[in-house]
């Protein structure tokens, strides 16, 4: 399968990685935003072709597929450039930072009968996939999520320390993950959301910090807290706590209420969620079938972020 990759930066590398390790798919494109990092990339990666137009890349010969690590504002626009153009497409999360770009990006996807994803890859992390697994046989019923996503980003940077040309978003991306998260382990959509935030960064231009609150029909409750002011420990942590257990997920790890460790790395063919999650798009492109996190399934998601957003105070 011939593929599109769109973004050369932190994600979009992780991407290529994880691609490399896909039997049958081959990247003939890589469509970036400046020309040295995107040419430096196509190079590492042998990438034949790169340019700056994601319309030249799409038209390469024989393309099926785009894959988008672009900046966020653009997540929405692309991903319609894609089916439009007749290419299945998985776009990053957020898939928009607003509901009514992502309402109009799931309308266009039902329309064009192409496969259309979003990266949620808290579905596919083995940690997650374990709770989702014993929640699905009813072995757990969860009670409450405690979320913390924690950074440290008071200047403008990715995730490998370089400056960013677009500035993130605690509600808009970080938050996406577990709204949807929590939305995917209940089986329910979101029936309750608030939210408060902190002071608005005087050059960043957002909200550093941010606190949630979420409940689902069944009376599961979620608690979120986000912070780019954190310094240390980073990441996000996730404490299920169940009527069966407490389980505590740190990225690909995940341990008991007692910090015993639980083995996850027979729950699937790999550790890496990036992988996982696009070896599911081009399952779900070669079976003719709706991916786990296409985007119609999680645009309630979405919905729910757009409550929290006029919630803020």
């Not at 990666?45 to 890349?57: G, N, Q, R, S, V």
Request: aromatic share 6%; with cysteine.
């Amino acid at each position: 399968m011939k593929v599109v990759m769109a973004g050369q930066g932190a994600f979009g590398i992780k991407h290529l990685e994880a691609m490399a390790n896909i039997p049958g798919i081959e990247v003939v494109s890589l469509a970036g935003g400046s020309e040295d990092s995107t040419r430096a990339v196509a190079e590492r990666f042998k990438i034949p072709h790169w340019t700056l137009d994601l319309k030249e890349a799409l038209a390469q010969p024989g393309v099926e597929a785009a894959i988008l690590a672009t900046p966020t504002q653009m997540h929405a626009a692309q991903a319609i450039q894609c089916l439009e153009a007749g290419k299945h497409v998985q776009v990053e999360i957020p898939m928009a930072d607003n509901l009514a770009d992502a309402e109009r990006l799931a309308e266009v996807a039902r329309k064009s009968g192409l496969v259309a994803m979003a990266g949620h890859t808290r579905r596919f992390n083995p940690s997650h996939q374990w709770i989702h697994k014993r929640i699905a046989s009813g072995e757990l019923k969860l009670q409450q999520m405690d979320v913390q996503t924690y950074f440290f980003r008071r200047k403008n940077l990715n995730a490998l320390g370089q400056p960013r040309s677009w500035t993130d978003h605690l509600l808009w991306h970080h938050a996406a993950h577990t709204v949807d998260l929590f939305s995917y382990q209940t089986g329910q959509e979101i029936s309750v959301a608030r939210g408060v935030q902190g002071p608005t960064h005087p050059e960043l231009g957002i909200a550093m910090d941010m606190s949630i609150q979420m409940k689902v029909p069944m009376g599961a409750i979620c608690t979120l807290s986000l912070s780019f002011n954190n310094d240390g420990p980073l990441g996000t942590f996730f404490r299920y706590i169940c009527d069966n257990g407490t389980y505590i997920a740190r990225y690909d790890d995940l341990v008991d209420g007692k910090e015993n460790p639980i083995d996850v790395s027979k729950v699937d063919v790999s550790m890496n969620g990036i992988e996982l999650q696009d070896r599911e798009f081009f399952a779900a492109i070669r079976e003719g079938r709706e991916p786990n996190g296409a985007v119609a399934q999680v645009l309630p998601a979405y919905r729910t972020l757009d409550v929290i957003e006029k919630s803020l105070l």
